[in-house]
């Protein structure tokens, strides 16, 4: 009995003392949530996070959820309001379910902005957004039309249904839809894989069966996206359904080498951690409040402007980027 | 098997009494309190230990009333939907114009639906286990709550709604006050009643319990039923805290419930356990999980750390067992 209590003890040491190298303590501390863990795409945007936090000469706290909920988030939210970080910047799972705790958080006088899926405007100070919504919903309407040549089915494969930016580009692409050019294209479906790998295969191979004269899928996910490319080329689809949406070079090189994805788009991810950074810098040392016009330098990415979309304030990094057979190789080793 | 409860008649002796889990459990939360206030400046301050409660108490309704099932032998793995289930109804019914306390209500009896449903299966089916039916239950719950909301969100509720997760009462959370009353209402309920007498009768032996004239059926209802009302009261909580619900809320909720009781030191085999246990446990694993999260260890990481935790507590409480055996 005692050996077994004495292991404990040394078991919940190790445990502890592992964790100690994170709580060491300077002026500036910035808090960054992404969606979740183990997205290629979320520890991108920490990557860039970290980078700009060091430039400033802060600490970075980056945190990821085990999975893509709300929940995870409040909880992590609270557990640096108790550690009084500086700023907290974050990638919401859900635009409304976290304002009671990032206003919370707003009221100890954290300075607090989202990115790249926006919490609603009173949760947040200021947005930093990767690029112009309407712009990234309609061309992914237009690719697919080339691609499926101008008639048949299509389907959305998106994230998690509560995610705003995946909500909003799905949005814009209904709205590009009315339009007369598009009658002969019906979408059928949109479909959620909730960010998780497993989740998107197994929702790909159901609209699939569903939709046996499906044509075309949009993924504005790089999960989604991926898990699409790889059963598309599983079950040999090439040329009968065809995959355009958002993902990551490095994933997605395989499908667009191959032919199964013709052309996606995509910003890079590093960047929108890297202005999210910055900007939480900027909120902390007073040189914006998140009002319209206000402006500053954002390291290597130079002067941003904040500007008034919706009900809120947003910061935009810049337009999508196309990533096709010609120049995907160039950039598959980058992120 | 049967010897292990029934301590009252035991004769009192200091071996035993010190070589009991609970004390085992304390050292552990003891320990654990010490450690995070060492790697974390900011964990031993009154206010932050009494918000950090606010994060994990909405599931600690759950474990109350599931350390009974799982004294009876019998597990609930439907609780995690249930939450969802109720939550939806309440949200749909509010935002269709019922009044926000009547909606409160449609919550909780949703809930007990819920648990009564599978009460009665698990009765009236007795060659299916009862992981098997709430396992039904589960997938049935949470497709319901899909087929009500379709993947979307529903919230908008009243501003006073919010005092449920988010409110003090002189400095307190309001939910670790109700947890405090609960909590010693499920203990009474459990040590100091001939109910609690029967729950532990019918884990050691339903068959024995049944002839001396115990009404199996109609316990293992009312208990299955209060686990049902109890989820959909860590439901009104954690719909408050998120201030809307979606379909998929509450995943998992069903798994840190048993852990929480698994913990406590109550047998999945029946009839061996105590709510003190339980208790401890929930503060043991609430606060691993929120001192970890203060210094900033990665989630992935605490998951397994709280999974050795328990993987260690159920080897240690076997060999508690088998070690008390020998000595006998």
């Known amino acids: 009995m005692k050996k077994l209590f004495v292991g404990i003890l040394c078991l919940v040491m190790m445990i502890s003392f592992a964790g100690t190298s994170a709580a060491a303590q300077t002026a500036g501390r910035y808090a960054l949530i992404v969606k979740s863990a183990g997205n290629p795409y979320n520890e991108n945007e920490m990557k860039g996070f970290a980078k700009a936090i060091k430039e400033i000469g802060g600490t970075a706290i980056l945190k990821a959820p085990a999975e893509p909920t709300a929940e995870a988030q409040i909880m992590m939210i609270e557990q640096l309001i108790a550690q009084r970080v500086d700023a907290i910047a974050i990638a919401g799972n859900d635009p409304d379910a976290l304002q009671p705790a990032l206003t919370k958080a707003m009221k100890r006088g954290i300075k607090v902005l989202s990115l ?39 389907a959305i494969l998106s994230a998690t249904s509560q995610a705003a930016n995946q909500n909003t580009w799905i949005e814009w692409m209904k709205k590009e839809l009315k339009k007369e050019k598009y009658n002969k294209v019906e979408l059928v479906k949109v479909a959620y894989g909730d960010d998780l790998r497993d989740k998107s295969v197994s929702e790909t191979e159901a ?12 993924a504005p996910t790089t999960v989604g996206i991926a898990a699409a490319g790889k059963v598309l080329s599983d079950k040999e689809l090439k040329g009968k359904v ?25 910003w890079n991810p590093i960047d929108i951690g890297y202005l999210a950074g910055y900007t939480a810098h900027a909120l902390v040392n007073g040189e914006i409040t998140g009002k319209v016009g206000d402006t500053f330098t954002a390291g290597d990415l130079g002067k941003k402007e904040v500007i008034a979309v919706g009900g809120g304030t947003e910061i935009m990094l810049g337009a999508p980027f196309k990533f096709d057979a010609g120049n995907i190789d160039e950039w598959k080793e980058v992120y | 098997m049967s010897s292990v409860n029934i301590q009252t008649e035991k004769k009192f002796s200091l071996q035993t009494f010190f070589f009991q889990w609970e004390w085992l459990l304390l050292l552990i939360f003891v320990m654990i309190n010490i450690i995070n206030a060492h790697l974390s400046p900011y964990y031993l301050n009154t206010f932050t ?40 109804v309440m949200a749909v019914l509010y935002n269709a114009g019922v009044p926000m306390y009547l909606a409160m209500l449609a919550c909780l009896s949703v809930g007990l639906i819920c648990g009564f449903i599978n009460g009665i299966l698990i009765v009236k089916f007795k060659e299916l286990s009862a992981i098997i039916v709430t396992l039904s239950t589960m997938i049935l719950y949470r497709g319901i709550a899909y087929i009500i909301l379709e993947n979307q969100a529903a919230g908008g509720f009243p501003q006073w709604f919010s005092f ?3 409110g003090y009462i002189k400095g307190i959370p309001f939910i670790l006050a109700l947890f405090a009353v609960t909590a010693l209402v499920f203990a009474f309920l459990l040590h100091k009643t001939t109910f609690g007498r029967k729950v532990y009768a019918i884990g050691n032996n339903a068959v024995a319990s049944r002839f001396s004239g ?23 909580f954690l719909t408050s805290k998120m201030g809307s619900t979606r379909p998929n809320i509450a995943s998992g909720y069903e798994l840190d419930a048993i852990a929480m009781v698994v913990l406590g030191g109550v047998s999945t ?19 691993l999980r929120y001192g970890l999260g203060l210094i900033n260890v990665s989630s992935q990481i605490v998951l397994i750390i709280i999974g050795l935790l328990l993987i260690v507590s159920v080897m240690i409480s076997s060999l508690n067992i088998r070690m008390g055996k020998s000595k006998e």
């Not at chain 2, 230990?49 to 350390?67: C, N, S, V, Y």
Request: aromatic share 8%; glycine share 12%; charged share 15%.
């Open chain 1, 207 to 218: 609209l699939l069966k569903s939709y046996p004269n499906l044509r075309g899928i949009i």
């Open chain 2, 214 to 236: 115990v009404k199996v059926d109609k316990m293992k209802v009312i208990v299955f039923t209060l686990t049902g009302f109890m989820t959909a009261v860590a439901s009104l």
């Open chain 2, 269 to 287: 085999s029946g009839g061996k356990g105590r709510m003190i246990g339980v208790i401890l446990s929930i503060f043991i694993v609430g606060l």
């Open chain 1, 242 to 266: 065809e995959l355009t949406g958002l993902g990551l070079p490095s994933e997605m090189a395989e499908y667009i080498t191959n032919g199964i994805c013709d052309w996606m788009y995509l």
């Open chain 1, 116 to 154: 790249d899926s926006a919490v609603n405007p009173q949760s947040r100070m200021v947005h930093v957004n990767q690029a112009d919504s309407e712009k990234i919903g309609r061309s992914l309407i237009q690719g697919i039309y080339e691609m499926i040549g101008g008639e048949g089915q299509i």
């Open chain 2, 164 to 166: 449920l997760g988010w």
């Open chain 2, 49 to 88: 230990l009494l918000d950090a409660t606010m994060g994990f108490l909405d599931k600690a309704f759950i474990a109350l009333p599931m350390a009974f099932v799982i004294i009876f032998g019998d597990i609930d793995i439907s609780v995690g939907s249930t939450v969802a289930l109720s939550s939806v």
